[in-house]
């Protein structure tokens, strides 16, 4: 089973939310990892969105709305990309991402996000 | 503003050896709290982690590339490389080297083909 998985596409309407989720693997301790974030659009490299670890560890990159923002849920042993007040230039490929202590960097196979 | 720029050859023979260089401007790879390295992407795929490297000599890999791959800096010129040993067509993809996470180059496509 992968250490990360996302769902491979995602629909919503403009000026709604979305949520992206990232889900570990159920023997991965989700508290004790960073989840970041990448936002990919066709032809062009990722762009690094946030890393999100707790409140108090956080990060949104440099010129990130602050519609993009993240968080975890524990009960699902996921990190959650939230996108708030959708725009038709947030449709792109959605990547999330953590640093396992023995897999190394890894990452999730991608979200696409369609808005419709 | 730092920038990663890729450089290499876009074709690589099968059983050939990939290097690819990367050169920063903007910024130094022997900066404490950075790591630095290289990430693919296949054709319509997803990423994979390649290798990092840390300003004070650590190298990481990625378990399934180990043993064929590896990542050296050149401090004196702010550029680091990568070595592929071994190419197979399964390693055609766009390379990216990238500050771990927030700054990625732009990417250069290396095909593996006869």
């Known amino acids: 089973q992968a250490v990360v998985t996302q769902p491979s596409s995602l629909s919503a309407s403009p000026g709604a939310s979305a949520s992206l989720t990232c889900t570990v693997r159920?023997?991965?301790?989700?508290?004790?990892?960073?989840i970041y974030w990448f936002q990919q659009k066709p032809g062009s490299p990722p762009r690094y969105l946030l890393r999100?670890?707790?409140?108090?560890?956080?990060?949104?990159g440099s010129g990130v709305p602050s519609r993009f923002s993240g968080s975890k849920d524990a009960s699902a042993n996921a990190g959650i990309l939230l996108i708030s007040g959708l725009q038709s230039e947030d449709e792109a490929d959605y990547y999330c991402?953590?640093?396992?202590?023995?897999?190394?960097?890894?990452f999730g196979g991608g979200t696409k996000l369609t808005v419709l | 503003q730092l920038q990663l720029q890729e450089s290499g050859p876009g074709l690589v023979k099968p059983s050939d050896t990939l290097s690819l260089s990367c050169s920063v401007s903007?910024?130094?790879?022997?900066?404490?709290?950075?790591?630095w390295g290289w990430i693919r992407q296949s054709p319509g795929k997803g990423l994979e982690w390649i290798a990092y490297f840390y300003y004070s000599g650590a190298n990481y890999y990625n378990p399934s590339l180990e043993g064929r791959v590896t990542i050296s800096a050149d401090s004196s010129n702010n550029r680091f490389s990568l070595r592929m040993i071994s190419v197979t067509a399964a390693d055609t993809a766009v390379y990216y080297c990238?500050?771990?996470?927030?700054?990625w180059g732009l990417g250069t496509l290396v095909t593996v083909a006869s």
């Open positions: 903007g910024g130094s790879i022997t900066s404490p709290n950075y790591y």
């Open positions: 990238v500050r771990h996470a927030d700054f």
């Open positions: 991402m953590i640093w396992h202590s023995t897999a190394g960097v890894v």
């Open positions: 999100y670890n707790s409140d108090s560890d956080k990060e949104r």
């Open positions: 159920s023997d991965v301790n989700l508290g004790n990892y960073r």
